[in-house]
């Protein structure tokens, strides 16, 4: 009986390893969190829905990000540590830094524009199934999405840049 149970647990281990559905990212919200000497601080909340029948962990994250096509914001590092439910959309929060010498230029390429444009690319370390703990490390992240210009401007200006 005991063979049969381990036996059944390998095979459900290798299929979901092959098996895990990238889970889909959106941007729900940004805010600013806080106006420091390294520059804007901002919270970036994705929402995302994990269509997969099991629970996913994103254990870590480090992504390269680029503004409006052109300016690339020191590497994003952080570790969420945090479970996507199967089959529902999660809020992740996201913390990110644009440098003060970035702000003015950022705001000055985007006069006439609504929204900046991003794009994150780079890798995270997930687990799939709670109870087997099925670790994949540097999975593939390649997200495009937009935020909201006066959102950064009401930031610069409560940090004092205008």
């Not at 570790?79 to 996507?84: A, D, F, G, T, V």
């Given at each position: 009986m005991r063979w049969r149970t381990l036996s059944?647990?390998?095979l459900l281990a290798l299929a979901l390893s092959g098996c895990v559905s990238k889970p889909v990212v959106e941007l729900h919200s940004a805010r600013l969190a806080m106006a420091s000497p390294q520059g804007i601080g901002m919270d970036v909340f994705l929402r995302v829905n994990n269509e997969n029948a099991f629970d996913v962990q994103v254990r870590n994250v480090n992504v390269n990000v680029v503004i409006a096509k052109r300016f690339a914001l020191p590497p994003v590092q952080f570790?969420?540590?945090?479970?996507?439910p199967a089959d529902k959309s999660t809020l992740v929060r996201v913390p990110m830094v644009v440098p003060w010498p970035m702000v003015a230029p950022l705001l000055s390429a985007t006069i006439g524009s609504k929204v900046i444009t991003y794009r994150a690319r780079g890798t995270a370390d997930v687990t799939a199934v709670r109870m087997l703990g099925i670790q994949r490390n540097d999975y593939p992240l390649?997200?495009?999405?937009?935020?909201?210009?006066?959102?950064?401007?009401?930031?610069?200006?409560?940090?004092?840049v205008f």
């Open positions: 059944w647990l390998v570790s969420p540590n945090q479970w996507l390649n997200e495009e999405g937009e935020l909201s210009r006066s959102a950064l401007v009401a930031a610069a200006s409560r940090g004092g």
